[in-house]
């Protein structure tokens, strides 16, 4: 329930505060007083579309906030998944920034403003006139018999299997979709795979060609380097192993008269035998250079045939051609298992639409009997509200699998004797819908825990004694969930356990909107001044008295 409503720099209001109590809170005022306003700043923490237009100084920012007790709304849920701190008294605000800019916080924790109408719907109804316009729809129907059977367990039950339902249909739409696709250019890719599976590629093959071809290419102006290398090396007179051998030798005679030279002469010696080793690889390698050109010329052929390949299908190696096989051979496997595989979904997809049917029929009939009970239960609050002749029923049209299961519903209603049950919105007038809507949400707020109702002039067209019956029936509803009702009516008024009144005032540079809390003889006097307008009289004080002593023996 709401607790506190803070409102700065909105439209008329320059600051206001209001505290909320427990049941019946009554709001009244003069037409143009700020009624509305004060609805429309609360509409902005309920998540609506912000206006600078509404700000009353364009150079301030626009702050709503609301005091709300959540202890009995078990929400820790909700705040534990959105990281948003949990109390008990749960502070909500919205702030709109001269340039336009809105921020919404709960608990002082920056939130989006889908996640702020999230949890703002859990705790206020806003009801308007335009509400009322709910009651033909065959969605709102369906969520009232839903709240009613209580079905929040079973709904979200089949709403996961549903959802898994859709997905498994989804794949295979998009598995037939890839099938028929696949189909049309199965030829091609046939062919492609055939190419490239007639290369019979390796990796690295390519570098290693390319290597080759080198190798291949230049055999002759390699077998002159080699051949001089190994002259200089060992084969020429006074090659270089020929100079070491002699210089070893002439060391060796020196070494007992200088050790350092026998060191030295051991450096002489490990060079001598890498550089033979050299001249034996540079003779390995001579002896395996052979000029071959028909071999470079099969080596050029694979090769071309490799670069064909590659510019064809927009790559740079052969690894990225063998994956672009592996690519095509998955995608001809789908097209091979394809019947297979659609098999297999659909088998899966009927055995969840059976036990989708099995959920869907058992919310059905569940929100049966919940109808038998909800007609019982309106009937008499209708008549309370002289709607003597009522007659009511509910349709039930089995219809495809959706989000809510198999039913569709529609609310039938007689207002005459003889008359046949026709829909709402081909039978009733506004002031019937109204009426009608108040009897709705009166019996759910006997069996659901709803979230504070704040009425809007719903009570417009009623007057007398059925003014009166409309506010005791929000006085019932109030002895079980917060109330607040904007009203005209002084019977309306008169059911207030608190009695607020909005007035203005022009000040020296604007008019400014203010709301004041009555005391009991300022709610009789407020009360009094509905019955009779600005001219209150002893007469209309003691019928102010009188209409609010029966609300308070009701």
Known sequence: MIRTLHISNYALIDELEIEFGDGLSIITGET???????????????????????????????????????????LNSFFAENDIDFDNDCIIRREITPSGRSRAFINDTPVSLALLR????????????????LLSDSRFQLYVLDEIANNSSLLSAYQKEYQEYRQLQNRLVQLRQGYEKAKTEEDYLRFQLRQLAEMNLTEGED????????KLSNVQELKEAISTGEMVLNS?????????????????????????????????????????????????????????????????????????????????????????QHQLESQLEVIDNSDESIHRLESEIDEKHELLMGHARNLSQHRKKAANQFVKQLLPLADTLGMHHLQFGIRFVESELGTKGID?????????????????????????????????????????????????????????????????????????????????LPQVAAYARTHYKVYKTDEAHATVTHVVLLDENEHIHEVARMLSGKDVHQAAIENAKTLISQANDR
Not at 262 to 287: C, M, P, T, W, Y
Not at 418 to 430: E, R, Y
Not at 476 to 483: A, C, G, K, N, P
């Open 32 to 74: 143009g007083a700020g009624k509305s306003i004060m609805l429309g700043a609360l509409s902005l923490i309920l998540g609506d579309r912000a206006d600078t237009k509404t700000m009353r100084d364009k150079d301030q920012k626009t702050v709503v906030e609301a005091t709300f007790d959540i202890s009995s709304y078990h």
């Open 118 to 133: 999230e949890l703002a719907t859990r705790l206020v109804d806003i009801h308007s006139q335009h509400s009322n316009m």
């Open 207 to 214: 570098e290693e060609l390319e290597m080759l071809q080198n």
């Open 236 to 324: 020429a007179e006074g090659s270089v192993l020929d100079q070491l051998r002699l210089v070893e030798q002439r060391l060796e005679t020196c070494e007992d008269k200088l050790n350092e030279l026998s060191g030295l002469n051991a450096r002489i010696k490990a060079a001598a035998i890498e550089l033979k080793d050299v001249s034996q690889s540079l003779f390995a390698i001579d002896e395996d250079l052979v000029d071959d050109p028909q071999r470079l010329e099969s080596v050029e052929s694979r090769l071309n045939d490799i670069f064909t390949l590659e510019r064809k299908h927009h790559v740079s190696s052969v690894n990225e051609l063998i994956e672009i």
């Open 408 to 488: 569709s519903v529609e609310f039938c209603f007689a207002f005459n004797r003889n008359q046949p049950l026709m829909p709402v919105k081909d039978t009733a007038s506004g002031g019937e819908i109204s009426r009608l809507m108040l009897c709705v949400k009166s019996v759910l707020a006997q069996s659901v825990n709803l979230p504070t109702i704040i009425f809007d002039e719903v009570d417009t067209g009623v007057s007398g004694d059925m003014a009166s019956r409309v506010g005791a029936m929000m006085g019932d509803m109030s002895s079980r969930i917060q109330v607040i009702s904007i009203t005209h």
